[in-house]
T-cell receptor, first 113, second 115 residues
Framework: AQSVTQLDSHVSVSEGTPVLLRCNYSSSYSPSLFWYVQHPNKGLQLLLKYTSAATLVKGINGFEAEFKKSETSFHLTKPSAHMSDAAEYFCVVRGNAGNMLTFGGGTRLMVKP | NAGVTQTPKFRVLKTGQSMTLLCAQDMNHEYMYWYRQDPGMGLRLIHYSVGEGTTAKGEVPDGYNVSRLKKQNFLLGLESAAPSQTSVYFC??????????????FGPGTRLTVL
């Protein structure tokens, strides 16, 4: 069994300041981990994915995430927030059992001018 | 290359009515999925298909049926809609599962309200 916990349902930052969205996971297998972003009234877009290669993963739009096995975490960061980053972010885990994804509850990121 | 498309974008039903949601992909993907999204719960898998003519249950299959008669299409049916099925429905597809990092590509969603 696998599960994902996004530790904050809402995060608010000012434009130009760092972003940190927290994610913890549990999995019986060596997991693959993903971050997806959903802008208002849109579908989900893949930001980045971890696939047991480098533990620091770089994604689109300046986002990156670090896989820490000892902490079972996969936090998403960005050095400087932009207004266009305002969206909902989902941390997702996939175990070895097929291609089934388990989603976290989502974190809504608000960016203040 | 349209990716994953969903029809319709919005729908309002009365309790007990039936409807079918259509998902189409033009990427020649083997796997297709239907999810529902509810506030604070992320996305939950309803049904999925590993290839033409095959379907399987996901996490929350009750009240839904699916069919995959053609590789590029995956239909989600509600035989007798209930207010609890008010949600946003997303379809997704992926190429194969032998690579653990395989990515799922999502459609834009269908917003369904059951009165």
């Amino acid at each position: 069994a696998q599960s994902v916990t996004q530790l904050d349902s809402h995060v608010s930052v000012s434009e130009g300041t760092p972003v940190l969205l927290r994610c913890n996971y549990s999995s019986s297998y060596s997991p693959s981990l993903f971050w997806y972003v959903q802008h208002p009234n849109k579908g989900l877009q893949l930001l980045l994915k971890y696939t047991s290669a480098a533990t620091l993963v770089k994604g689109i739009n300046g986002f990156e995430a670090e896989f820490k096995k000892s902490e079972t975490s996969f936090h998403l960061t960005k050095p400087s927030a932009h207004m266009s980053d305002a969206a909902e972010y989902f941390c997702v885990v996939r175990g070895n059992a097929g291609n089934m994804l388990t989603f976290g509850g989502g974190t809504r990121l608000m960016v203040k001018p | 290359n349209a990716g994953v498309t969903q029809t319709p974008k919005f729908r309002v039903l009365k309790t007990g009515q039936s409807m079918t949601l259509l998902c189409a992909q033009d990427m020649n993907h083997e796997y297709m999925y239907w999810y529902r999204q509810d506030p604070g719960m992320g996305l939950r898998l309803i049904h999925y298909s590993v290839g033409e003519g095959t379907t399987a249950k996901g996490e929350v299959p009750d009240g839904y049926n699916v069919s995959r008669l053609k590789k590029q299409n995956f239909l989600l049916g509600l035989e007798s809609a209930a207010p609890s099925q008010t949600s946003v429905y997303f379809c997704a597809s992926s190429y194969q599962t032998s690579i653990s990092s395989d990515t799922q590509y999502f459609g834009p969603g269908t917003r369904l309200t059951v009165l």
